[in-house]
């Protein structure tokens, strides 16, 4: 005998409605009938036609992100942010339909794609340009999006990280340390969160009297090698620093390579710090100081941020602010030698 949701309604002693909506997911169901219903429906075997489900909803149940090419499952950033995503929109009952792309162009016409093609019901949008044009395309289509981000126009729903403050941190803890010559590696400055960290670094320098040298800033691309030739740079100085700050971990693991390579010992000679806390962040040699940021937990909570915009309900808040947390380890090391 085929089940369908009149015997779970039978078997459970609640009306059709109520099942309907519970095995969906939405909100208005109470979470203990909800297990209730779901336990019975798998006891039963039950087995729902998505297809009809999807055509009177006109809900795809799918989740849709796109991240940079040069990123695709090697970027530890990103594969915490999947892994969030991935893991809430499960408990959502929702799939997640996953494009890579070559940032710019390319990436902009797998977003419209997407919605012209009525794949997705809703999308999950990450490192964000200072003036992105995904985040006006979204908005003009009017489809369901929430950003890890703040571009310059800030009115949609995003979840970001202070990164000014995470940045501001880590400088004054390496000028506490006795560093004067702290050299930082910016992302792109197309990105949004780097103007936000650049500041930090200007502020936490004034504070201690510091003047801004224009030879202790240089820019890169997020990638490891990206930061050993980055630092490799600062380390060719006439007066390199005695201190790099690197505006991802990534970054900051090339530049512990660059200083193994020209003769020096990370944290002795030159202190590194990082940005993200990485899972091998801590398993560097030495292991690296940074600022967390807890990207696992971002890609959950975007996800139900999401959720709560296809279904049309209210943000408890629609701009989260998340404060970093400063994680000191070992390449941070002693004060410089004089």
């Keep these: 005998m085929k089940v369908t949701l009149k015997t779970i309604a039978e078997e459970a002693g609640l009306s059709i409605t ?103 019901d809703g999308v999950v949008l990450a490192r964000v340009l200072a003036d992105d044009p995904r985040i006006a395309f979204l908005k003009e289509a009017r489809h369901p999006f929430v950003a890890f981000g703040r571009s310059n126009a800030n009115d949609y729903p995003y979840i970001d990280v202070d ?10 803890h390496l000028v506490a340390r006795g560093h004067r010559r702290i050299a930082i590696i910016l992302s ?72 193994r390579a020209c003769g020096r010992v990370v944290g002795r000679d030159v202190a590194v710090a990082g940005f993200d806390d990485i899972p091998t962040a801590a398993f560097t040699d030495p292991p690296l100081t940074t600022v967390r940021q807890p990207i696992y937990d971002i890609g959950r909570r975007a996800l139900d941020m999401l959720v709560c915009v296809i279904r049309q309900e209210p943000l408890d808040e629609a701009h989260v602010l998340l404060v970093p947390e400063l994680i000191v380890r070992q390449s941070s090391g002693a004060p410089p030698s004089r």
């Design 163 to 172: 990164g000014a403050t995470g940045v501001y941190r880590l400088v004054e």
């Design 18 to 120: 109520t099942v309907s909506r519970a095995l969906a997911g939405y909100g208005d169901v109470n979470e203990d009938t909800r297990r209730r219903i779901v336990a019975i429906a798998q006891r039963l075997g039950y087995q729902p036609n998505l297809a009809a489900r999807h055509l009177r909803s006109k809900q795809t149940r799918t989740i849709g992100m796109v991240i940079p090419l040069t990123s695709y499952f090697s970027d530890p950033f990103f594969m915490e942010l999947l892994s969030g995503v991935g893991r809430q929109a499960a408990e959502y009952g929702y799939d997640l339909l996953l494009s890579a792309q070559q940032p710019g162009e390319e990436e902009l016409s797998a977003y419209r794609r997407m919605v012209a093609s009525s794949r997705i």
């Design 188 to 259: 792109p400055r197309t990105l949004a969160f780097t103007t936000a960290r650049f500041e930090g670094y200007q502020r936490a320098l004034n504070e201690a009297g510091i003047a801004l040298a224009g030879q202790y800033i240089v820019e890169s691309d997020l990638t490891q090698e990206g930061g050993r030739m980055a630092a490799q740079r600062l380390l060719d100085l006439p007066s390199p620093p005695t201190a790099i700050v690197a505006c991802n971990d990534a970054m900051a693991i090339g530049t512990m390579q660059a200083i």
